[in-house]
């Protein structure tokens, strides 16, 4: 005996919306087939009815009333689409209170408010599915949280901001300026006209948070460790890194050290033969460290429209099938027994780039070499390019770029020292410094 259909409403249909409905519309039969039963889209609520819209819809099914939603007792899955933080909230809130089930792909919602989300959803014996919050089209909540539930994580490493990664790659392998390959981006699609969560770190910073709380059971705020992003970067340095036998990638990490968590969003350099280097374009990547599996790979597009929905469709076909129930019931994603504490930022370590500007004079580097040895930082090598023989100018002295690599230093030895070359008039404002992958 087929079961009766399963009736949705989506609310916002923008680009992943329209995604998502195209799916359901244009592939009934497979949907049916995976799922068990007819899915049908009873409502779409959307802000502004006469907009043209990318699908074509039955009668009846775009609103403007979001309580035709929630007063309906047919309807038993809501998709929020919206983005945000306001009012998604309050209007995921309302859905679990009316007993609906949910799934979003809100990164951001899931890292400021998850904590009082899933607890809302337990209370009312609802599931929140939440694959498409993180890494897109990637199915890396089902692997965190289902398939390598036998093991201990400890490590990822990740790319997971495709706005970022399309513009670190254009800037390798078409030596393009930060300013150009963030406006092709921009002119592609694949960033917005403000793209400052994109390329700051916030974005990647957000579904790390996600992810950290499914590996490892701890709720961390962006504010608890080091995010930094790729507006800063030059095509010096993607030259330089290049040439010692890397790529810079805006890398999100987190490990166990100690028994302590150690985590961080910001541009590193990633040896050149490495598959985390060699993700280019609008693509994702996530490497799991397990403790019995060992090493597992994932990779694919991170964002678009049809990658994020089809996130999202394989969330509704779990929840039409009653797997995402039982996975969700299992899930103590906010549960505080199993909680790693995190390292403090100062005490995280890693090897580092230094690219400093510095006047081409004698001394220079002995001030340099000077300051990294007391604030305890090795060095593995030190460049500085051949400056061309040039008659002084009186007054203006000749500035030469200064490349080092050092052994393993904590931030906080790195930020000390960092403090006082910046007090060194002969070392130019515009210092990079870049973490390297272990």
Excluded at 212 to 233: E, N, R, Y
Excluded at 286 to 313: C, E, F, I, K, N
Aim: charged letters at 20%; zero cysteines.
């Amino acid at each position: 005996m087929s079961l009766p259909a399963l009736n949705l409403a989506i609310v916002g249909l923008g680009n992943v919306g329209t995604g998502v409905a195209r799916i359901l519309t244009e592939h009934p039969e497979r949907i049916v087939r995976r799922a068990g039963r007819p899915v049908a889209i009873k409502k779409a609520v959307v802000r502004d009815l006469t907009k043209p819209r990318d699908v074509q819809l039955p009668a009846g099914v775009l609103t403007a009333d979001l309580d035709s939603v929630i007063k309906d007792p047919e309807i038993t899955v809501a998709v929020e689409l919206m983005g945000g933080l306001h009012p998604a909230r309050e209007v995921v809130l309302a859905l679990l209170a009316a007993g609906k089930d949910v799934v979003t792909a809100n990164k951001a919602l899931l890292h400021e408010y998850g904590d009082e989300i899933f607890a809302a959803a337990r209370e009312h014996g609802r599931t929140i599915a939440f694959e498409a919050a993180v890494a897109g089209g990637i199915p890396i909540i089902a692997a965190v949280g289902q398939s390598m539930s036998a093991n201990q994580i400890v490590g990822l490493q990740a790319i997971l901001n495709g706005t970022s990664n399309y513009i670190l790659s254009e800037m390798l392998l078409h030596q393009k300026s930060y300013q150009s390959a963030l406006s092709q981006a921009q002119a592609l699609g694949y960033a917005e006209a403000d793209p400052s969560l994109d390329v700051n770190g916030t974005d990647a910073a957000q579904k790390l948070g996600i992810l950290v709380q499914l590996a490892f059971g701890t709720k961390v705020p962006t504010a608890a460790f080091h995010v930094s992003g790729i507006d800063k970067l030059e095509q010096t340095d993607i030259q330089q890194a290049t040439a010692l036998g890397y790529a810079i990638k805006l890398l999100a990490t987190a490990k166990l050290v100690d028994g302590k968590l150690q985590m961080s969003v910001r541009p590193t350099l990633v040896r050149k033969d490495r598959p985390l280097a060699q993700t280019h374009g609008p693509f994702n990547a996530v490497l799991l460290d397990g403790d019995v599996v060992g090493s597992v790979w994932y990779s694919g597009r991170g964002a678009g429209q049809l990658p994020t929905a089809s996130a999202v469709t394989a969330d509704i076909i779990d929840l039409a099938i009653g797997r995402a129930q039982l996975t969700f019931k299992q899930l103590d994603l906010w549960g505080e027994s199993s909680a790693v504490p995190v390292l403090p930022e100062s005490e995280t370590y890693s090897r580092y780039f230094m690219r400093l500007i510095v006047e081409d004079r004698p001394h220079v580097m002995a001030d340099v070499t000077d300051i990294l040895g007391r604030n305890n930082i090795s060095l593995s090598s030190v460049i500085q390019p051949e400056a061309p023989e040039v008659e002084a100018t009186a007054g203006v002295a000749q500035v030469v770029p200064l490349i080092i690599m050092t052994h393993r230093a904590t931030t906080g030895q790195i930020a000390s020292a960092d403090a006082e070359l910046a007090k060194l008039s002969t070392v130019r404002p515009g210092r990079v410094l870049l973490a390297v992958a272990d």
